[in-house]
T-cell receptor, first 114, second 116 residues
Framework: AQSVSQHNHHVILSEAASLELGCNYS??????LFWYVQYPGQHLQLLLK??????LVKGIKGFEAEFIKSKFSFNLRKPSVQWSDTAEYFC????????????FGGGTRVLVKP | GAVVSQHPSRVICKSGTSVKIECRSL??????MFWYRQFPKKSLMLMAT?????????EQGVEKDKFLINHASLTLSTLTVTSAHPEDSSFYIC????????????FGQGTRLTVV
């Protein structure tokens, strides 16, 4: 079945450490890719998005993601995390092959220790 | 970015009653709105796609008679949980997009439904 997979369910790291969250999808054809963040008690916010063009996408708060078409991946990175990055991160894919419905990965809960 | 407002943010209801949740796009017209359900410590599960002026498209396993969706205008979609049961307790989130592709989805703040 077509799906979006996030490999890490929980990540714990210290401030200033680097973060990389994996995201793979199984849809073929044209895709739009997103990373959303959900801070404790808040609603989903868009971190970054990829529609076309440069596969290295820069988002807000120092986050970036790289679209690797051959690997069906869209991994999220941040070189140096802060305590305020503690949140849940969701990868999402909008695929024409899936009727343009936005499908979410399972989420990764990130805890940054001060 | 665009704003999607969801109301109420929290609601407690008795078993057997119905609850209506509203989702409004405040500064843009949304031809398509989506309703998600988020279980504790789980991801968002798409329940249905709401299209203005037509019937909603439900995902497999979602009871259309239980979760009534109405998208009467380009800025308002409603989800009514009918004859609520405790197992319907969950976090319901709506989102809206301006167009089908190459646009991001904007999310409401969610509604915490507790059925007692």
């Amino acid at each position: 079945a077509q799906s979006v997979s996030q490999h890490n369910h929980h990540v714990i790291l210290s401030e200033a450490a680097s973060l990389e969250l994996g995201c793979n999808y199984s849809y073929g054809g044209t895709v739009n890719l997103f990373w959303y963040v959900q801070y404790p008690g808040q609603h989903l916010q868009l971190l970054l998005k990829y529609f076309s063009g440069d596969p290295l996408v820069k988002g807000i708060k120092g986050f970036e993601a790289e679209f690797i078409k051959s690997k069906f991946s869209f991994n999220l990175r941040k070189p140096s995390v802060q305590w305020s990055d503690t949140a849940e991160y969701f990868c999402a894919v909008n695929a024409r092959a899936a009727g343009n419905k936005l499908t979410f990965g399972g989420g990764t809960r990130v805890l940054v220790k001060p | 970015g665009a704003v999607v407002s969801q109301h109420p943010s929290r609601v407690i209801c008795k078993s057997g009653t119905s609850v209506k949740i509203e989702c409004r796009s405040l500064d843009f017209q949304a031809t398509t709105m989506f309703w998600y359900r988020q279980f504790p410590k789980k991801s968002l599960m798409l329940m249905a796609t709401s299209n203005e002026g037509s019937k909603a498209t439900y995902e497999q396993g979602v009871e259309k008679d239980k979760f009534l969706i109405n998208h009467a205008s380009l800025t308002l979609s409603t989800l009514t949980v009918t004859s609520a049961h405790p197992e319907d307790s969950s976090f319901y989130i709506c989102s809206a997009r301006v167009a089908v592709t190459n646009t991001e989805a904007f999310f409401g703040q969610g509604t915490r439904l507790t059925v007692v």
